[in-house]
């Protein structure tokens, strides 16, 4: 979405979101959305999941989403309980807390929807080679093969007609070498496969790359997304998804804590969000889980 009014320029000097170049380049419907801002929490996801475990039981509990944006989150983690790093300017760290009128049992390829609306909104800023912007099953944002951003979903409660989740999202702006330094010295006595991916920012592809344009981006492709995904389901993004996956076609190896699954041929994702893997014993189905996904070769 775009807004009518031409906004301010980022000012390179201060690395706090600029509130109002954000509301500039908000969309009319991300406008609606109730922001907050703070200095510093443990993490916005257990923010807002306490705040709507209180919330009624009901599909109209929360007219609007709700986002909170902390510059710093002393217990921010990632998928299985992952820690995540990041230092107060380098990344964009936020949640959304939404009420989606579906059941728990038609969450299934939230993630991965999410994953498209992050895709989008980040290539619609100015990066160099939009197209090294890509997805990796289930839930990481890649550039040109590292990891860029990272979601994480969480359930506060269902009913048989709506589920109330909060969204985290982390997504690396600035400072990358740092990052990779310091994940790296964490890993130095994890064996190779039980690593993940190498970090990377958005710097890298756009060099004046801030907080507030990447909020604005991400928040305004997430708002049809969100629309759309509350309405149909992850159907209509399996196309998205499969055209935007950075392993498609290529060997992959299937981890659980570390230890080789199974392995195969990457081959999209089906109608739920589920992995389609190509092995010597034909196709098989992966569901999301306590599993991580590495290429065969060892480069990611």
Same mark, same amino acid.
């Given at each position: ?13 201060? =690395? &706090? ?10 969309? #009319? ?14 993490? /916005? ?6 705040? %709507? ?29 992952? #820690? =995540? ?51 990796? =099953? ?21 009913? +048989?007609?709506?589920?109330?989740? %909060? ?23 994890? #064996?190779?496969?039980? &690593? ?5 920012? @958005?710097?890298?592809?756009? #060099? ?10 991400? @928040? ?11 309405? +149909? ?45 190509? /092995?010597?014993?034909? &196709?098989?189905?992966?569901? /999301? ?12």
């Amino acid at each position: 979405m775009n807004a009518s009014k031409t906004p301010p320029q980022a000012a390179a000097t201060d =690395w &706090r979101i600029d509130r109002e170049r954000a509301v500039a380049l908000f969309g #009319p419907h991300a406008h609606d959305w109730p922001i907050e801002i703070v200095e510093e929490t443990g993490s /916005t996801n257990a923010d807002l999941m306490t705040r %709507v475990k209180a919330l009624p039981r009901k599909s109209n509990a929360l007219p609007r989403p709700l986002v909170r944006v902390a510059y710093l989150q002393t217990a921010g983690r990632g998928r299985r309980g992952r #820690p =995540w790093y990041a230092e107060p300017g380098n990344a964009l760290l936020f949640s959304v807390a939404c009420v989606l009128p579906r059941p728990l049992e038609d969450l299934a390829g939230l993630s991965l929807a999410v994953g498209v609306a992050l895709v989008d909104g980040l290539r619609s800023l100015p990066v160099a080679g939009p197209g090294q912007i890509a997805l990796k =099953w289930p839930n990481d944002v890649l550039l040109e093969g590292d990891k860029l951003a990272g979601i994480l979903i969480e359930t506060a409660w269902s009913t +048989d007609y709506a589920s109330a989740v %909060v969204i985290g999202i982390g997504t690396n702006v600035k400072g990358a070498d740092e990052l990779a330094a310091k994940v790296g010295a964490l890993n130095a006595d994890v #064996p190779p496969q039980a &690593r993940g991916t190498v970090p990377t920012a @958005l710097q890298r592809a756009l #060099p004046n790359a801030n907080l507030t344009d990447t909020l604005a981006a991400e @928040l305004n492709a997430l708002e049809p997304a969100l629309q759309r995904f509350g309405a +149909d389901g992850f159907a209509p993004f399996q196309a998205r998804w499969n055209a935007m996956h950075a392993y498609a076609g290529r060997e992959v190896v299937l981890l659980e804590q570390g230890q080789e699954l199974t392995r195969g041929v990457a081959a999209g994702v089906d109608e739920r969000g589920q992995l389609l893997l190509d /092995t010597a014993t034909g &196709r098989q189905t992966i569901s /999301t889980g306590d599993v991580s996904l590495r290429l065969a070769d060892g480069a990611a």
